[in-house]
C-alpha cells in the first residue's frame, strides 16, 4: 500500500508542476479565490519556506538519508499499522517530488499561494509539500496515540 502512495503521490506531484510550469511560468497567476488563493509560479532554491537557500548539498545529503532511513524501516520493520504505511508513503511521496526537482533542476517548482488580501503571503508551495505536510501530521497523530506497550491505537480498521 505505501509503495501505492508514493507512486501516485510523485505522479500527482509531477503533473501538477509540468502544469504549473506550461500554465504560470512567465508571470502568469491564476486567481482562484480572489484575495485569498492564487496558483503562481516560483522557483524555489531552497526547502520548505524557503529555508537553506541555495544549500543544494546539504538538501540533497538531508532528503536522501531521510529517504533511505524511512524505505529500510519500512523493509526491515514490516510495520503492521496501515495508517503509519500511508502516514510514510505521504512523506516519501513528498520528499522523492522534492528531490526529483531538485536533482533535476537545482530547484523546486511551487505555485500554490494563499494570502489574506495583499496583506500576509504564506509562503508559495506544491503538492509534495502538501504530502510531506499531511503525512508529518499523520506521523505525529500515529506517535501520539500508540500506547506505552507499542499497539497501535489509530487503526483504519473499526476497534473492538
Given at each position: ?29 491564476i ?6 488563493f492564487?496558483?503562481?509560479?516560483l ?5 520548505a519556506?524557503?529555508?537553506f537557500?541555495?544549500n ?13 532511513s ?24 513528498g ?5 526529483y ?10 505555485f ?37 506497550d ?11
Amino acid at each position: 500500500m505505501w509503495i501505492i502512495i508514493i507512486v501516485v503521490g510523485f505522479i500527482i506531484d509531477r503533473y501538477m508542476k509540468i502544469w504549473a510550469v506550461n500554465a504560470l511560468m512567465g508571470g502568469h497567476e491564476i486567481e482562484i479565490v480572489k484575495g485569498y488563493f492564487t496558483l503562481s509560479y516560483l522557483e524555489n532554491t531552497g526547502a520548505a519556506f524557503g529555508i537553506f537557500k541555495g544549500n543544494f548539498i546539504f538538501l540533497y545529503v538531508m532528503t536522501s538519508i531521510m529517504i533511505l532511513s524511512m524505505i529500510l524501516y519500512i523493509v526491515i520493520k514490516k510495520p503492521k499499522s496501515m495508517f503509519f504505511k500511508i502516514a510514510l508513503g505521504l512523506v516519501l511521496a513528498g520528499a522523492i517530488g522534492n528531490m526529483y526537482d531538485r536533482l533535476t533542476q537545482q530547484y523546486v517548482v511551487d505555485f500554490i499561494q494563499w494570502h489574506y488580501l495583499d496583506k500576509y503571503y504564506f509562503p508559495t508551495f506544491n503538492c509534495a509539500d502538501v504530502f510531506l505536510s499531511v503525512g508529518t501530521c499523520l506521523l505525529a497523530l500515529y506517535f501520539i496515540k500508540e500506547d506505552n506497550d507499542g499497539k497501535d491505537k489509530v487503526s483504519l480498521q473499526k476497534q473492538r
